[in-house]
Antibody, heavy 119, light 112 residues
């Protein structure tokens, strides 16, 4: 079945980096954008950016510009999101989500990866 | 950036009764192709969000027909014709007309 399976929880110190993976299966990886969305505990959803797995092209929210990099490895149908210079307010659940095309909805979500930033 | 505003913040509903959630955008979400780039999502407790509605009024695959979306431009509505216990959670609207995509702050539906 179609699914996105993310890597496990991470605990990082302030100033460190984290790289979350998102393994896609059950569909043509290159045919869908992969978005990243985060959610702080008890808070709403925040869009971070997307990657086009076909071209590798990316668009990032300015909120994260300069600290985030989204990449993919098409040989293993996996997308990655790296966030650098972590702060305590980066503590959140990070989701990868696929989208066929703009407007058609983020229709398959990963299970989420909890990133905790604490000294 | 487009700001999305939902109301109400909290929505207590009796099972079997209808429910309605409003979403307003700071800019029109109407594309030149005639579609409104507005989605609705439900996040059930402890779960990842799930897509309910895309392009303002199209139900996603597997979504019960008691869910419907309407609206155009800057004003949108999600309606549940008869609320069931499994509908509890937080509902979010999201615009995908332009980046950065943006979500409303959420509406928590609870059963009375």
């Amino acid at each position: 079945q179609v699914q996105l399976v993310q890597s496990g929880a991470e605990v990082k110190k302030p100033g460190a980096s984290v790289k979350v993976s998102c393994k896609a299966s059950g569909y043509t990886f290159s045919g869908y954008y992969i978005h990243w969305v985060r959610q702080a505990r008890g808070q709403g959803l925040k869009w971070m950016g997307w990657i086009n797995p076909n071209s590798g092209g990316t668009i990032y929210s300015e909120t994260f510009q300069g600290r985030v990099t989204m990449t993919r490895d098409t040989s293993i149908t996996t997308a990655y999101m790296e966030l650098r210079r972590l702060r305590s307010d980066d503590t959140a659940v990070y989701y990868c989500v696929r989208e066929w095309a703009a407007g058609y909805g983020l229709d398959v979500w990963g299970q989420g990866t909890t990133v905790t930033v604490s000294s | 950036d487009i700001v999305m505003t939902q109301s109400p913040v909290s929505l207590p509903v009796t099972p079997g009764e209808p429910a309605s959630i409003s979403c307003r955008s700071s800019q029109s979400l109407l594309h030149s192709n005639g579609d409104n780039y507005l989605d609705w999502y439900l996040q059930k407790p402890g779960r990842s969000p799930q897509l309910l509605i895309y392009l303002a009024s199209n139900r996603a695959s597997g979504v019960p027909d008691r869910f419907s979306g309407s609206g155009s431009g800057t004003d949108f509505t999600l309606k549940i014709s008869r609320v069931e216990a499994e509908d509890v959670g937080v509902y979010y609207c999201m615009q995908t007309l332009q980046t950065p995509y943006s979500f409303g702050q959420g509406t928590k539906l609870e059963i009375k």
